[in-house]
């Protein structure tokens, strides 16, 4: 079993930025990938980027590309997504997950594991 734990959503302005973590307790494995999705209110959950642990190969949606970052810290089990020049669209409740594979799938239903989500809120 993996504990998925989030923090540092907020309030921003447009054009600001947010620096989400969240940091893992349990079995975790040098296969883990640890992703974060987002879903705003009548959306699906979307993928919004992943990192595999032991290599830190990342994968992005296509949306935030270019603006957000994701990163690892292997010694706390952590995985930060640096959020810069957000937008409108950006609003949404950020889950982090996890799932051991060698893959990197960016469907919310192969992640098996789930942090309680951390409400993000870009302001005009």
């Known amino acids: 079993q993996v504990q998925l734990v989030e923090s540092g959503g907020g309030l921003v302005q447009a054009g600001g930025s947010l620096r989400l973590s969240c940091t893992a307790s349990g079995r975790t494995y040098s296969s883990t990938i640890m992703a974060w999705f987002r879903q705003a209110p009548g959306k699906e959950r979307e993928f919004v980027a992943s990192?595999?642990?032991?290599?830190?190969?990342?994968n992005y949606a296509d949306s935030v590309k270019d603006r957000f970052s994701i990163s690892r810290d292997n010694a706390k089990n952590t995985a930060h997504l640096q959020m810069n020049s957000l937008k409108l669209e950006d609003t949404a409740v950020y889950y982090c997950?996890?799932?051991?594979?060698?893959?990197?799938?960016?469907?919310?239903?192969?992640?098996?594991?789930w942090g309680q989500g951390t409400q993000v809120t870009v302001s005009s």
């Open positions: 997950a996890a799932v051991i594979s060698v893959w990197s799938p960016t469907s919310s239903s192969a992640y098996d594991y």
């Open positions: 990192i595999r642990l032991n290599n830190g190969y990342t």
